[in-house]
């Protein structure tokens, strides 16, 4: 299992202004997180409580039309392009980065044991669109299009142009490379998918996008690119068995939520930064940062109260931004809280020749990068304690589906329960959805009119 330490949040190694009293705080919080977490566990099977996700590790059914789907198209294309946004694309950009060879779009197709090459389109960026149109043989490549509400105007902007390609090359079997990831029932793609005959995969009810990376909208490019998706499933199993123990003192997630909800409303720790010192779980930083902004940045409570909270999540990477962000954590405002990510084992082994005596850098020889760059994450964490900046680690064995999977569940209980912590709805996102509006008027979309000429009026006076 990933292993979890808060030593450095402790009031005796970073101070009472900028720590807590763990046992204390445990004690006093254990019985509402004991209601927390038995709420969740109860509530999670109703409809309209947005907690799906949280059976998405036992979705045999998906799993394995999944694995299906994937064992049927493999050796059919040479590229994989995943287009969605945010809760559509982190996820699976998260993983896939994390499990698959670093630079895997670059090795042969012997190399990757005929898995195809795997291309996330996130943004709409002309330049960057063209680009990959330069170097993709689109007639080649299977297209996973992905949104839950089948209408998001960057996913759909891209569908639209990929779609008209595809059909000018292949005429009408331009269908079978595509592939929808989509609502059940609603939404544009969904009427689409069904009009042009697409093999389609379901978002499940009550999924929201940032908590949808263990639904197909995760599961199937990685099971395209040849991930096994049976380890990380089984890691969601292990740690969903182990939250749901009701004891603090064993439950890591309820741990760190309630240390980053009393940091931030205690002693004004406002900044959550995400460091993974492993340039595989970079992206994981960007997931993470997703999920606790969307989940927690709200502007009323669950009584209607007026609260304007949530932390302001940042991604960092470990060693690099040492020389970018570090500075500024030791030194700037003591307002952050870091999260570490230590990897224990890495998946190779690199080095350092022995071959110059000058003191500067003779120590290095003989040694290895893997214990450089451990000794690096430790010697930031005693730095920031030295300088009373509170700071968790969480520990992998090593980087796999299994670990992965475990990670990526238990920041998603840890979300859900500060969400409780804070009162508020975790799993709407009204503030995004106001700018998807905004952005449907002024792009001219049927039934917007009104807002569009409101929204002109004011482009010109902002
Ligand atoms: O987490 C969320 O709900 C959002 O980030 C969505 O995932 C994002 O806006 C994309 O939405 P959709 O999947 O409907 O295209």
């Not at 109703?46 to 979705?59: A, C, I, S, V």
């Not at 330049?127 to 299977?142: G, I, Y």
Request: proline share 3%; glycine share 8%; aromatic share 10%.
């Amino acid at each position: 299992m990933i292993q979890f330490n808060c030593n450095n949040v402790s009031a005796m190694i970073v101070g009472e202004d900028n720590g807590l009293n763990l046992e204390e705080e445990f004690n006093n919080y254990q019985d509402k997180i004991k209601n927390i977490i038995a709420d969740l566990n109860q509530r999670k099977d109703k409809p309209g409580q947005w907690l799906q996700w949280m059976n998405l590790g036992y979705n045999e059914e998906t799993l394995w039309y999944v694995k299906e789907y994937a064992s049927m198209v493999l050796g059919r294309f040479e590229n994989i392009l995943v287009l969605g946004i945010g809760g559509s694309a982190l996820g699976g950009l998260a993983l896939s980065e994390a499990l698959l060879h670093p630079y895997w779009n670059l090795l042969s197709e012997e190399e990757r044991n005929g898995y195809p090459r795997i291309f996330f389109m996130d943004n709409i960026d002309p330049d960057s669109m063209n680009a990959l149109f330069d170097v993709l043989d689109l007639s080649k490549t299977l297209v996973n299009v992905i949104t839950k509400s089948g209408s998001t105007a960057e996913t759909m902007s891209q569908f639209l142009i990929i779609k008209d390609r595809l059909e000018k090359e292949l005429g009408d079997n331009y269908r079978y490379n595509i592939v929808a990831t989509t609502d059940k029932k609603t939404g544009v793609l969904r009427q689409i998918a069904e009009q042009e005959g697409y093999k389609t995969f379901v978002i499940p009810d009550d999924v929201g996008g940032r908590f949808s990376v263990f639904s197909a909208v995760g599961l199937l490019p990685l099971a395209l690119a040849g991930i096994d998706i049976d380890a990380i499933v089984n890691g969601i199993k292990d740690m969903d068995l182990a939250l749901k123990n009701t004891d603090i003192h064993e439950n890591i997630a309820a741990q760190n939520a309630l240390i980053h909800y009393l940091l931030d409303t205690k002693k004004g720790k406002s900044i959550s930064v995400m460091m993974p010192y492993s340039s595989k779980l970079k992206y994981v930083a960007d997931w993470y940062v997703q999920l606790w902004a969307e989940s927690l940045g709200k502007n009323t409570d669950k009584d209607g109260n007026n609260v304007n909270i949530g932390q302001t999540p940042i991604k960092a990477l470990g060693a690099t931004d040492q020389h970018s962000q570090i500075q500024l954590y030791n030194e700037g405002p003591n307002n952050k809280i870091i999260n570490f990510i230590r990897v224990k084992d890495f998946d190779t082994t690199l080095e350092i020749p022995n071959i110059f005596e000058y003191t500067g850098i003779g120590y290095l020889g003989g040694k290895t990068i893997n214990r450089l760059i451990n000794a690096e994450a430790d010697s930031t964490r005693v730095a920031l304690a030295d300088y009373k900046r509170p700071t968790v680690t969480i520990t992998l064995d090593k980087i796999d589906g299994y670990h992965l999977g475990q990670l990526l569940y238990m920041l998603e209980v840890q979300t859900a329960i500060a969400g409780e912590l804070y009162n508020i709805n975790t799993f709407n996102q009204p503030g995004v959805e106001q700018a998807k509006n905004y952005t449907y008027a002024l792009m001219g979309r049927a039934g917007y009119e009104e807002s569009a000429n409101e929204l002109n009026k004011k482009i010109q006076t902002v």
